[in-house]
């Protein structure tokens, strides 16, 4: 197999997974983070059956399934009475993967594991890229501490605001949501209050709600609330300790337990840039794609893509085209379309649609051959399964 050099620009958990995924294929591999450290914020934590399938021939998995929580179902439920609409259950798909469930393990837990098994690969924390020169032949960047780097190939991996994006001056297409995504960190035990499963997404015309348990740094178990925020609502506001307290009453919480351990607000937008390559530059994970996180599917399709080109890079006489020609379309029919699929059925306002669109999920859910389909597509395998056909 050829031995190339090979820049990845971002330690998130796209570039970590990017740049193990080129060192197991024998590349010499630099890594360059702007931080000091990996970000902790509560961002991804689904990992869906394909993403097990490529950190299981990562040799991740046995620590991943330690430092996480295995969730075999996700509920549908009525928000404004709290009733479970829906269950879907991943045992379905056992004989389409070898891991019928999803993982639930905090996407900084992946990156710090990830760099600890790059082995001989340079690492540079504290090193920011800010320009970057390529031709025909090579790739070069310089970072904001007077570092320079080359290389044959360059993946960027530095997020929804990528510099490597913008110094490849390639547009990214698509828009930003007018409310902003409110997490709120909490120890009460939805599951034994109300009989949650560990991922839940709550509809409701005015302010939905989606619920998901995830280990913490402790392992002692924590849940996530994520709500929208109003249009109109201001972040200080969103913030306010009697907002936050007011959203927990709403999905049960007593007063006597709405105490909470972190909140986070994010913009959300729906965006693909218009070229995943140019020349020797890659764009992979949320540097060419952001999409709201309902579903879980934004760092799954963004590891997807750092195995599929970590493939192909390894390739003799590689066909650099078909990493755009494959992953772009995905992106856009499996991730796009249904992350926007998902808020709309969370949101909708019209009674009769919402009663419509809860029945559609019973009588999904109650039809085996239905039931396995949606899930075959909602956790990626259907899209998995068709990148290996293009
Ligand atoms: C609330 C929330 C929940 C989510 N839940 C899920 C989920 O359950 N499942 C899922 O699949 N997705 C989920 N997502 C999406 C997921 O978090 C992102 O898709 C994921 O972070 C993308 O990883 P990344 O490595 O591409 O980018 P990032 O995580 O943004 O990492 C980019 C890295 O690049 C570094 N960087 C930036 N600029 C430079 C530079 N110029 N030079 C060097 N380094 C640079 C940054 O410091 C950072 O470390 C969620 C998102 C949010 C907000």
């Not at 390559?277 to 994970?285: A, D, K, M, T, Y």
């Amino acid at each position: 197999m050829p031995r190339r050099n090979i820049l990845v620009v971002g330690a998130g958990p796209v570039g970590a997974v990017a740049a193990l995924a080129c060192v197991r294929f024998g590349h010499r591999v630099t890594l360059l983070e702007a931080q000091e450290r990996i970000d902790d914020s509560p961002r991804a934590s689904t990992t869906q059956p394909p993403t097990l399938e490529i950190l299981a021939e990562l040799g991740l998995i046995e620590e991943y399934l330690r430092v996480g929580l295995v969730s075999r179902t996700f509920q549908f439920w009525d928000r404004g009475t709290l009733t479970r609409i829906a269950e879907f259950d991943f045992e379905r798909l056992r004989g389409e993967t070898g891991f019928p469930f999803v993982v639930q393990t905090e996407q900084h837990k992946l990156a710090n594991m990830a760099i600890a098994r790059l082995g001989d690969a340079s690492v540079f924390f504290g090193c920011k890229v800010t320009d970057l020169q390529h031709d025909d032949n090579r790739v070069s960047v310089r970072c904001e501490n007077g570092e320079q780097f080359s290389a044959d190939y360059l993946i960027g991996a530095d997020g929804g605001r990528s510099t490597v994006r913008k110094c490849l001056g390639v547009e990214f297409e698509g828009y930003t949501w007018p409310e902003r995504f409110l997490v709120i960190t909490t120890k009460f035990d939805f599951a034994a209050a109300l009989g949650c499963s560990f991922r839940n997404y709550m509809a409701d015309p005015d302010e939905w709600t989606n619920l998901f348990k995830v280990a913490g740094d402790d392992l002692k178990g924590r849940w996530r609330a994520v709500y929208n925020t109003r249009a109109d609502e201001s972040d200080a506001e969103a913030l306010s300790d009697a907002a936050v307290r007011a959203r927990l009453a709403r999905i049960y919480v007593p007063e006597s337990e709405r105490d909470y351990l972190h909140l986070n607000l994010y913009n959300v937008h729906q965006r693909v840039a218009k070229r995943f390559r140019q020349g020797r530059v890659f764009l992979c994970g949320d540097a060419a794609h952001v999409n709201n996180p309902i579903g879980g599917l934004g760092l799954n399709s963004g590891i997807h893509e750092a195995w599929d080109l970590a493939k192909l890079l390894s390739e003799e006489s590689p066909d650099l085209d078909a990493y755009e020609r494959r992953r772009r379309p995905l992106n856009i029919e499996y991730v796009q379309e249904q992350t926007v699929a998902n808020k709309k059925r969370l949101e909708e306002k019209d009674p009769a649609l919402r009663r419509q669109r809860f029945d559609e999920l019973r009588a999904i859910c109650e039809d085996p051959v239905r039931h396995k389909a949606f899930l075959m597509r909602a956790s990626l395998l259907e899209s998995t399964r068709r990148a290996l056909r293009t």
